[in-house]
């Protein structure tokens, strides 16, 4: 049997998922990620993109608009701005999303600007992964 770490995904809503993990998929800030069980100890941020937690009975996949992930040998918590399951996206919730990082961009500071302008390229991308 594969070795696993604990694996916990809350948003400011909810706990989303709360299981022992093969492996876990992030989509970091400075690049995707997968972390397992014995990962050298890491906090990361996160960018849009989907975050897959790989079990030994299933598998879930989560939207993620940002937040942070904090790893260790043995577990990994994913705090996340906002997490919608794969199966639950759509098209209208994807928009939703997309018009929420450009009304940010909107009112940004011009020094968070161009931070602000890729969120919502991010959005725009993980809109275009999710409809695959």
Do not use: C, W, Y
């Amino acid at each position: 049997m594969a070795a696993t770490l604990q694996f916990d995904l809350v948003s400011p809503e909810k706990r989303l998922a709360s299981f022992q993990a093969v492996e876990v998929q992030i989509p970091g800030a400075n690049g995707d990620m997968t972390a397992m069980e014995g990962h050298a100890a890491t906090i990361t941020t996160l960018r849009p993109g989907i975050l897959k937690a790989v079990g030994t009975d299933k598998t879930l996949a989560f939207a993620v608009t940002g937040g942070f992930a904090e790893i260790n040998a043995a577990g990994i918590s994913v705090l996340a701005e906002q997490a919608v399951p794969v199966e639950d996206l759509s098209g209208t919730v994807l928009d939703g999303m997309i018009d929420q990082a450009r009304e940010l961009a909107a009112v940004a500071l011009p020094e968070d600007k161009d931070d602000a302008e890729k969120l919502v390229q991010d959005m725009m991308a993980l809109r275009q992964h999710a409809s695959h």
